[in-house]
């Protein structure tokens, strides 16, 4: 079995400032785990994957994530907020592509809405 | 260009009606899976597929049906609609040899059941 959750439902922050948004998970095999962002009314975009590889990932736009294994945290963080970045951020949780068929299935946290004050 | 295309972006039904979300992917991933978002409620998966002709249930399969008679097409069909269904649908695909890392997902479907 396997979850996500998503620390905060909503963050505020103003431009300019860093943005850190927190995701816990819980799974019983070695995770493949994803940060993805959606605007509203559009559809879901990946920002950066984490597949047992470095376990500091660098995605788009800035954003980057630390796996830490020992804390069970994918947490995902920017130095510097824009006012592009206001959307809702999903932390996305799937036991791992080499699992066999469960592997292939995606758990995702409840979303955390970022909001950029300018 | 390559991707998910989904249609009806948009759909109003009447309480018992049926209808199909259709679901199409030129990337010839092997996976292919359906997902409601309901607000605060993140992503449900309802069915996913590992292939044409095998299809399972997710976490919120009830009052849907799927079927995958070719790689590119994975159909959700809705037998009854209910005001329970009225959500937005997502489709994803992914491969697991696929470079491109994470899933794609199409752009949606605004169903509402009145």
């Known amino acids: 079995a396997q979850s996500v959750t998503q620390l905060d439902s909503h963050v505020s922050v103003s431009e300019g400032t860093p943005v850190l948004l927190r995701c816990n998970y819980s799974?019983?095999?070695?995770?493949?785990l994803f940060w993805y962002v959606q605007h509203p009314n559009k559809g879901l975009q990946l920002l950066l994957k984490?597949?047992?590889?470095?376990?500091l990932v660098k995605g788009i736009n800035g954003f980057e994530a630390e796996f830490k294994k020992s804390e069970t945290s994918f947490h995902l963080t920017k130095p510097s907020a824009h006012m592009s970045d206001a959307a809702e951020y999903f932390c996305v949780v799937s036991p791992g592509l080499y699992s066999g068929a469960g592997s292939y299935q995606l758990t995702f946290g409840k979303g955390t809405k970022l909001s950029v004050i300018p | 260009n390559a991707g998910v295309t989904q249609t009806p972006k948009f759909q109003v039904l009447k309480t018992g009606q049926s209808m199909t979300l259709q679901c199409a992917q030129d990337?010839?991933?092997?996976?292919m899976s359906w997902y409601r978002q309901d607000p605060g409620m993140g992503l449900r998966l309802i069915h996913y597929s590992v292939g044409a002709g095998i299809t399972d249930q997710g976490e919120v399969p009830n009052g849907y049906n799927v079927s995958r008679s070719t790689t590119e097409d994975f159909p959700l069909r809705l037998l009854s609609a209910a005001p329970s269904q009225t959500s937005v649908y997502f489709c994803?695909?992914?491969?697991?040899?696929?470079?491109?890392?994470?899933?794609?997902f199409g752009s949606g479907t605004r169903l509402t059941v009145v």
């Open positions: 799974s019983s095999y070695s995770p493949s």
């Open positions: 984490y597949t047992s590889a470095a376990t």
């Open positions: 994803a695909s992914t491969n697991q040899g696929s470079t491109r890392g994470g899933y794609t």
């Open positions: 990337m010839n991933h092997e996976y």
